[in-house]
């Protein structure tokens, strides 16, 4: 008899043993339908309908909410100073999809504004690079024509160029450092 008493004894700690860390972490609660409900997401049950926490046992969880919580019931329902206007009641907490929506909506705000940002860089040194390869132009001497009014093309006298040269200068010293 001894043998098979230590035998289920055994067997007994090794399924206790067995059991992963992770199995344990969740939340269990009771909810307005007195359905019991476990999730790894924390409850936005009533601390009186929680039964257990991740690493806690009932009765040690206590919600976070704000000073009032920690005096009870009674202080939040106390009415207001004379001469003060009552305070809005608080807004309740997002729910945890909420939650997600939110940080997933900035991040893509995030992620368009970055991608914006690039392209704008992208387009900006492509335009400094033609600037350049003007401005090289025409110091370099080579022939040189801007469209005139009627939209035929005029050759510049160096006088055109030296004024050209100087605003395409002035044009590169202005956007692209």
């Known amino acids: 008899m001894k043998r098979s008493s230590a035998l289920c004894l055994l067997a007994a700690a090794v399924a206790v043993l067995a059991v992963p860390a992770p199995a344990l972490a969740y939340w269990q609660w009771r909810d307005t339908n007195g ?3 476990y999730s790894d997401v924390p409850p936005s049950a009533e601390a009186a309908r929680i039964l257990r926490t991740p690493g806690r046992v009932a009765g040690q969880f206590q919600p976070v909410e704000g000073a009032d919580s920690a005096k009870g019931p009674q202080a939040s329902q106390a009415a207001p100073a004379p001469g003060k206007a009552a305070a809005k ?3 309740p907490p997002p729910t945890a999809e909420e939650a997600f929506q939110k940080r997933r909506e900035a991040r893509l705000k995030a992620a368009a504004d970055e991608a914006r940002k690039e392209s704008e860089a ?3 040194e492509a335009r400094c690079a033609q600037l350049r390869n003007y401005a090289n132009g025409l110091q370099s001497g080579m022939r040189a024509a801007v469209a005139g009014p009627d939209g035929s093309l005029q050759q510049l006298n160096s006088e055109q160029r030296q004024a050209e040269v100087l605003k395409t200068s002035a044009s590169l ?3 692209c450092n």
Request: hydrophobic residues 40%.
């Open 173 to 175: 010293e202005k956007n």
């Open 35 to 37: 359905r019991m409900v």
């Open 122 to 124: 992208a387009e900006r």
């Open 89 to 91: 009641p608080a807004a």
